[in-house]
């Protein structure tokens, strides 16, 4: 027979107090991984006028290198090896924009933050990679997930913005080639 008059153990959850905020549970740990990064061309990624140049960097001019950082995105089938890519220090996203032509563009996103939101109403932000043959290439190269069938180039000849460009195009290079550093 239960005492009545014994105390009871407060219950495992217990609801917050009147206006408080409740605890959010941080988010999982996600690796940066840093590459260097250069087209079959040997044409080096850099920044002018707040775009993604390929050129020819020799000299003291390598200083300029911009190096690639990414991110895993979970917000689409891992099998399409979906990333999320972006330069000084992952603080700035590549992205594909929303206008009619696709535009490659760089957005003041930290690439952890979109990665975490990709995939879901951003998919902007997220690019399909794959390996073959020691190089990133485009039939196993960088796919636009917000524009299927347009792949991250460069032009032929250097100087020229990184781009988004639909295959076959020959006065744009889709393969590149990463050294972890």
């Known amino acids: 027979m ?6 009871t153990e407060p219950p495992l959850l217990v609801t917050g107090a009147p206006g408080s905020q409740p605890c959010e549970l941080p988010m999982p740990q996600t690796k940066v991984f840093r590459y260097r990064s250069w087209d079959i061309n040997q044409q080096s990624l850099y920044l002018r006028n707040d775009q ?6 020799q000299g003291p001019n390598t200083a300029l290198e911009e190096k690639i950082y990414w991110v895993p995105s979970r917000g689409f089938k891992q ?3 979906p990333i999320v890519l972006g330069i000084q220090s992952g603080t700035r996203c590549l992205a594909c924009s929303g206008t009619t ?3 490659l563009v760089l957005e003041d996103v ?3 933050a979109a990665a975490a939101q990709a995939g879901q109403a951003e998919p902007r932000w997220t690019f399909f990679r794959s390996y073959q043959d020691g190089a990133w290439r485009f039939e196993a190269g ?3 997930a917000a524009r299927p069938g347009c792949f991250l180039s460069t032009a032929a000849q250097p ?3 990184l781009a988004l ?3 076959p195009d020959p006065a744009r290079v889709l393969d590149f080639y990463f050294q972890g550093c």
């Open 2 to 7: 239960e005492d009545s008059g014994a105390a």
């Open 52 to 57: 993604l140049v390929a050129g020819y960097l």
């Open 79 to 81: 099998n399409k090896l």
């Open 101 to 103: 032509q696709p535009e």
């Open 110 to 112: 930290n690439i952890t």
């Open 142 to 144: 960088f796919e636009a």
């Open 159 to 161: 100087g020229q913005p």
């Open 165 to 167: 460009a639909h295959p």
